[in-house]
């Protein structure tokens, strides 16, 4: 069985090739203009992300040894991950003070979830095992997060006047919201759904490879992989329910854009 240091051995090769990797990205992207709705470029955004991943990857692993044997500081370091999740999410959502929101998904989806590992033993606490599980889910959430919460709001966007239409009609505000914003707040489970069902035929998701490398059986990094991606699907269904339920009720939102009077 390989070694993970002989499938990925860390040196000067890996550095350089990941730098050519970052550049042809950022090259590939600025090339073809790739931009966001809000009409930034994602070519500064690759550089920026793949940067700060080096520098925050070099962090952690410094300090995860030390992390992991304190209860108190293995408790900061996972409000960490959740903290930083809520800003991220909730920016990508929405540039106004409701950000702030995307904390229920998120901590909705992950809380019980995580609960439930540690009253049955399935997870013990433990830093080694705790951290990167829930990582894992916190990753999961910020995702479905993300992807309902702009899908709504950009559906609720170009469709206002179907909403209007339907309030007219005796709709709630809220009742009008969800029918036109939960078929694309819905879509958000997609990559999930397709992750799972082509598991094992398309990919090898990074858990059952990394079982694989730190020397565990074929069967036992099936069942371990087969475990992450059914959590994963509870967090993100219940993400993209709360995020859709928010935006309903107009908890997290977007300013409607200001018209330019003619002249």
Do not use: K
């Amino acid at each position: 069985m390989l070694a993970a240091e002989v499938l990925l051995p860390v040196d000067t090769t890996l550095g350089v090739v990941l730098a050519a990797l970052l550049v042809a990205a950022v090259t590939v992207a600025a090339l073809a203009r790739l931009i966001g709705d809000r009409g930034r470029g994602y070519a500064r955004q690759i550089a920026v992300a793949g940067l700060r991943a080096a520098a925050q990857l070099a962090v952690v692993s410094a300090l995860i040894g030390w992390v992991v044997r304190a209860a108190p500081l293995l408790l900061c370091f996972v409000l960490l991950m959740f903290a930083v999740a809520v800003r991220t999410a909730g920016r990508r959502v929405t540039d106004n003070a409701t950000w702030w929101w995307a904390a229920v998904p998120i901590g909705g989806a992950v809380l019980p979830v995580v609960a439930v590992l540690l009253l049955t033993g399935l997870v013990p606490y433990r830093g080694i095992a705790l951290i990167p599980v829930t990582g894992i889910l916190i990753g999961g959430g910020l995702t479905a997060t993300v992807l309902a919460g702009r899908r709504a709001l950009d559906e609720l966007s170009t469709r206002h006047g179907e909403v209007e239409a339907a309030m007219a009609l005796g709709f709630l505000d809220r009742e009008a919201r969800l029918e036109i914003a939960r078929p694309a707040a819905s879509d958000a489970l997609l990559p999930g759904l397709d992750q799972t069902r082509t598991v094992g035929l398309v990919t090898l998701p990074g858990a059952f490879v990394g079982m694989l490398l730190g020397g565990a059986s074929p069967l036992l990094a099936g069942a371990v992989q087969m475990f992450v991606l059914v959590a994963l699907m509870a967090v993100q269904v219940v993400a993209v329910a709360l995020t859709l339920e928010l935006i309903a009720r107009g908890l997290l939102h977007r300013e409607a854009p200001t018209e330019v009077p003619v002249p």
